[in-house]
C-alpha cells in the first residue's frame, strides 16, 4: 500500500490550491480515503473523506463549502480541492486509508491504519 501526496505550496489568503493523493498497491474501489492535517504542535485532524465504493464525501463542518475532496478520471487519485484558504490552514497535509473501512464518517472519526508522507500548505500575505 503506497500514498503518494502532492501539490503543497504557498498561497495567499483566500486563494485556491489543490491536492493529489495517488494510491497504489491496492484497489481504490472500497476502502475509505481521506485528507488530515497537523499544525505545528497540534493534533492530526481530519478535514475531508471519500467513501469509495458509493463516493459519499464527509466534510467536518469547520472546512465546509472551502473544501471538496473527489475523483478524477483516474480513480486510483484522490483530489482535494481548497478555496478561500485561511492562514489557520497552514499545516502539512497527509492522505490516509483503511483497508478495512469503508465509511467516509468513519475514516474521519476514527485513524487511518496507512499514511502517505505529508505536504505542506502555507497560507500566507
Known amino acids: 500500500v503506497q500514498l503518494q501526496a502532492s501539490g503543497g505550496g504557498l498561497v495567499q489568503p483566500g486563494g485556491s490550491l489543490r491536492l493529489s493523493c495517488a494510491a497504489s498497491g491496492f484497489t481504490l474501489n472500497r476502502p475509505a480515503i481521506g485528507w488530515f492535517r497537523q499544525a505545528p504542535g497540534q493534533e492530526r485532524e481530519a478535514v475531508a473523506c471519500?467513501?469509495?465504493?458509493?463516493?459519499?464525501?464527509y466534510v467536518p463542518d469547520f472546512v465546509k463549502g472551502r473544501f471538496t475532496i473527489f475523483r478524477g478520471e483516474a480513480k486510483n487519485v484522490v483530489y482535494l480541492q481548497m478555496d478561500n484558504l485561511r492562514p489557520e490552514d497552514t499545516a502539512v497535509y497527509y492522505c490516509?486509508?483503511?483497508?478495512?473501512?469503508?465509511?467516509?464518517?468513519?475514516?474521519?472519526?476514527?485513524?487511518?491504519?496507512?499514511w502517505g508522507q505529508g505536504t505542506l500548505v502555507t497560507v500566507s500575505s
Open positions: 471519500l467513501s469509495t465504493n458509493n463516493e459519499i464525501t
Open positions: 490516509g486509508t483503511d483497508l478495512g473501512q469503508a465509511s467516509s464518517y468513519a475514516l474521519c472519526h476514527g485513524r487511518p491504519t496507512e
